[in-house]
């Protein structure tokens, strides 16, 4: 089993649509988790981290179930520039917080 | 505030040559991460540097990659000799490495396309 595993998709919705992306992970010693977006051709940026009592940003919402480890990642009214590659990752624990990254989930909105 | 600066950002050479890519990471930032991003996959961990000693370095293929952090600042990571399968975008990124739970932003410079023919 891989470390860090997302559905690739593409996930291809209309604009103003809700759509939801999880992420699984195999290590229960992660200790922090975070959700990376990736643009055509550029770097990953934070898109923000993901805390135990769930945390939301606008029109994203992010999800631990450490229970079942695996993370998740809800968008809302979705907008044609929110199209991109959404990264999951996850430091391993004990002290280094070595990260990983999952392959990455494609989204794309159309109109 | 200056992002993470990478040079070159293109770079292509024949397999069995040798290429080094530098990476300046953000000012005050103690953490360095080289990665390699294969097209539709996502970046897998080659290094990673808490000032200048390592971190991680359990997926570099040593036997042809090699890295530095001198000083704790610049980086070079070095590839010799290339394989047809080292074809990759090489990104660099720094965070500032103090979280005690592990919750530092990883800030990435634009990367190195290379293509080894």
């Known amino acids: 089993r891989k470390e860090v595993e997302q559905d690739p998709g593409p996930f291809n919705v209309p604009e103003g649509a809700t759509v939801a992306f999880n992420c699984t992970y195999s290590?229960?010693?992660?200790?922090?988790f975070f959700w990376y977006r990736q643009d055509c051709r550029k770097e990953p940026k934070l898109l923000m981290s993901?805390?135990?009592s769930g945390n939301e940003d606008g029109r994203f919402t992010a999800q631990l179930n450490r229970a079942s480890q695996y993370i998740s990642l809800l968008i809302r009214d979705s907008k044609l520039s929110d199209s991109a590659t959404y990264l999951c990752?996850?430091?391993?624990?004990?002290?280094?917080?070595?990260?990983?990254f999952g392959r990455g989930t494609s989204l794309i909105v159309h109109p | 505030e200056a992002g993470v600066a990478q040079s070159p950002r293109y770079k292509i050479i024949e397999k069995r040559q040798s290429v080094a890519f530098w990476c300046n990471p953000i000012?005050?930032?103690?953490?360095l991460y080289w990665y390699q991003q294969i097209l539709g996959q996502g970046p897998k961990l080659l290094i990673q540097?808490?000032?200048?000693?390592?971190?991680?370095d359990s997926q570099l293929p040593k036997d042809r990659f090699s890295a530095e952090r001198l000083k704790g600042v610049d980086s070079t990571l070095k590839i010799q000799p290339a394989k047809l399968e080292d074809s990759a975008v090489y990104l660099c990124a720094s965070s500032f490495g103090q979280s005690a739970l592990g919750t530092d932003t990883q800030y990435f410079g634009p990367g190195t396309r290379l293509t080894v023919l």
């Open positions: 540097f808490q000032n200048n000693g390592v971190v991680d």
């Open positions: 000012s005050g930032h103690a953490t």
């Open positions: 290590n229960s010693a992660s200790q922090s």
């Open positions: 990752v996850v430091n391993r624990g004990g002290g280094s917080y070595i990260p990983t």
């Open positions: 993901v805390y135990s």
